[in-house]
T-cell receptor, first 115, second 112 residues
Framework: EAGVVQSPRYKIIEKKQPVAFWCNPISGHNTLYWYLQNLGQGPELLIRYENEEAVDDSQLPKDRFSAERLKGVDSTLKIQPAELGDSAVYLC?????????????FGPGTRLTVL | DAKTTQPNSMESNEEEPVHLPCNHSTISGTDYIHWYRQLPSQGPEYVIH???SNVNNRMASLAIAEDRKSSTLILHRATLRDAAVYYCILRDAQGGSEKLVFGKGTKLTVNP
């Protein structure tokens, strides 16, 4: 079974440019998460989807970040415009919540460098 | 969110057992204890979780103190592939919350 797929794996852009990350979760997983991970820190949740609905986006900086999950499957996270401080690894995870079990499966992440 | 405290780093020798401690003195009755690990250049992966009783799976064992204010992840025989950052996380299962709040974790070094 394929795991969570993310692309691109690496992205280098100049500040003020837009950037987008794509995530394909594990088939059948109804919940999708986007995390941000700064160097030396643990991941921080940006947004969580249950099917198509964003149920927790309280940590998403909505002035420049946006996300969508069309048809409750793939998801895209966008930053426009990017700032130097956005350099980090962006992780996507998915899970199927059933009977209280909610193991999250993570993708390899996209490493963003903003110059 | 209830917080956890872990040592920043630990070292072990290959093929020896490793005990990774975690303190969570403010744990509530509905908090599950989860462990994830993150190998270099990869996303985190689930290791194990428990509520009150000790748990075993193919990867590790989780020993939970009787008062639930601390827990220990046990790797029975460390291998070089176990070198990773290990995160101890409390997940509040009340109300269906699936939020994981990661700390800085413990960086485990395994010496050959």
């Amino acid at each position: 079974e394929a795991g969570v797929v993310q692309s691109p794996r690496y992205k280098i852009i100049e500040k003020k440019q837009p950037v987008a990350f794509w995530c394909n979760p594990i088939s059948g997983h109804n919940t999708l998460y986007w995390y941000l991970q700064n160097l030396g820190q643990g991941p921080e949740l940006l947004i969580r989807y249950e099917n198509e609905e964003a149920v927790d986006d309280s940590q998403l900086p909505k002035d420049r970040f946006s996300a969508e999950r069309l048809k409750g499957v793939d998801s895209t996270l966008k930053i426009q415009p990017a700032e130097l401080g956005d350099s980090a690894v962006y992780l996507c995870a998915s899970s199927f919540i059933s009977g209280g079990r909610s193991e999250q499966f993570f993708g390899p992440g996209t490493r963003l460098t903003v110059l | 969110d209830a917080k956890t405290t872990q040592p920043n780093s630990m070292e072990s020798n290959e093929e020896e057992p490793v005990h990774l401690p975690c303190n969570h003195s403010t744990i509530s009755g509905t908090d599950y204890i989860h462990w994830y690990r993150q190998l270099p250049s990869q996303g985190p992966e689930y290791v194990i979780h428990g509520l009150t009783s000790n748990v075993n799976n193919r990867m590790a064992s989780l020993a939970i103190a009787e008062d639930r204010k601390s827990s220990t992840l046990i790797l029975h025989r460390a291998t070089l592939r176990d070198a990773a950052v290990y995160y101890c996380i409390l997940r509040d299962a009340q109300g269906g919350s699936e939020k994981l709040v990661f700390g800085k974790g413990t960086k485990l070094t395994v010496n050959p």
